[in-house]
């Protein structure tokens, strides 16, 4: 699943060598919350403030609401592929199932269901609608094998 949301995000997001390693980091995690510091460095950053402006160059949310995107569509999609409910979701990573909800809803401003319901496509576009300098990828000249 993980590298399924890699490439969606890849073929929809037209970005920098660096923003494409930081929407990878964060969507082959799963979108839980690696260190914003150490992915900072992992890039040759100073810190996180850097990233979070190199994000915001390339058109992306802060590296917190991006994870919370990432997250969101990772779960859609579980929910699509596998029928995996939310809950289910929450206790394999160990979590409590209110948080993954109140994630979805600081994230998307809906609750799990109205997501659930809307897809994958759905949450992606929305994403996307929101990264207006670095949409659409295919406008862009850059070629995409997608």
Not at 123 to 132: A, G, Q, Y
Request: net charge positive; with cysteine; charged share 20%.
């Amino acid at each position: 699943m993980h590298r399924l949301v890699s490439d969606l995000l890849h073929c929809s997001l037209a970005l920098s060598p660096p923003a494409q390693a930081v929407v990878r980091t964060i969507a082959l995690g799963n979108g839980t919350f690696v260190s914003s510091t150490a992915v900072a460095r992992s890039l040759g950053l100073k810190d996180r403030y850097a990233l979070d402006r190199l994000l915001h160059s390339e058109g992306l949310p802060t590296y917190k609401q991006l994870s919370g995107w990432i997250r969101v569509l990772g779960w859609v999609l579980d929910w699509e592929t596998d029928r995996v409910a939310l809950s289910s979701s929450a206790l394999r990573s160990g979590k409590n199932a209110a948080i993954y909800g109140r994630t979805v809803r600081r994230v998307t401003g809906l609750s799990w269901s109205e997501v659930r319901d809307r897809g994958s496509n759905w949450v992606l576009l929305e994403l996307v609608r929101r990264c207006p300098k670095a949409y659409p990828a295919r406008s862009t000249g850059a070629s995409l094998a997608c």
